[in-house]
């Protein structure tokens, strides 16, 4: 209606493409009506999505702003509806999402008033972890390879992290393995790293039960088992961890 009332005002056809660039006032009334429409949910999935460059995993969505109890399907659901946000897939047909560019701008702006600046730009600093996802179409990458990075990151994070610190990344990293099974191994290591015996035994006895083909997973378990003196799991990892591999 906006767009039809220019060509109104002007007296003839003016293609929206060209129009808008020259119209930003118009530009800002359809994000605005779009943005007001938004659940709690959309909200927050938009303003972390615009406030970066790069395409991002729902996966990554899923276990960084579900730690916060944000319902994130609900969230993506309406922004791609309401056109706030484009739909992606990677090589292994995951999906990623982007912001097109006057979204983006148009959710900087907002960003910088909301109630939950800070809060969002955390989830970002977690989120960008997963590295640059090319925002092309396909995305030329598989998800796995975003997944790895974050992994690894993790991994060597925990190390230096303060307590607080540390213990989020523990409950991504866990919420990330519900959905990432090989993600349980990170796990495992990781609370190694900070000595939590009950944790790394129960991160590789669902790393087993998740991938119960993993000869890695097996091994790791046994050594594990070994060094807490846990004879009894100890055999049954060996032993099944040759099953899997006589050599």
């Not at 927050?44 to 995993?57: D, G, I, Q």
Request: with cysteine; proline share 5%; charged share 25%.
């Amino acid at each position: 209606r906006v767009v039809l009332g220019q060509m109104a005002k002007e007296g003839r056809y003016v293609a929206p493409a060209t129009l808008l660039p020259r119209r930003l006032d118009i530009i800002e009334s359809v994000f605005e009506r779009s943005f007001n429409r938004l659940s709690e949910a959309g909200r927050r999935v938009f303003l972390t999505v615009a406030s970066w460059k790069s395409a991002v995993s729902e996966l990554a969505l899923l276990v960084v702003l579900g730690e916060r109890q944000i319902d994130v399907e609900v969230g993506v659901e309406e922004c791609v509806r309401l056109s706030l946000l484009e739909r992606r897939e990677f090589q292994d047909s995951q999906p990623a999402y982007v912001a097109p560019q006057l979204a983006r701008l148009f959710g900087t702006k907002k960003l910088q008033g909301d109630a939950d600046r800070l809060v969002i730009q955390e989830d970002l600093q977690l989120l960008q972890k997963f590295g640059v996802v090319p925002i092309g179409q396909p995305i030329t990458i598989p998800q796995s390879a975003a997944i790895q990075r974050f992994l690894d990151w993790a991994l060597g994070a925990v190390t230096t992290a303060s307590n607080p610190e540390a213990t989020r990344i523990d409950r991504v990293v866990e919420a990330l393995a519900e959905l990432w099974p090989p993600a349980w191994l990170t796990l495992a290591r990781a609370r190694q790293t900070r000595g939590s015996p009950d944790g790394v035994a129960y991160a590789l006895r669902r790393a087993v039960e998740e991938m119960p083909a993993s000869q890695e997973a097996h091994i790791e378990r046994a050594a594990f088992a070994l060094a807490q003196r846990d004879e009894a799991t100890f055999i049954a990892s060996r032993l099944r961890a040759v099953e899997l591999d006589p050599q």
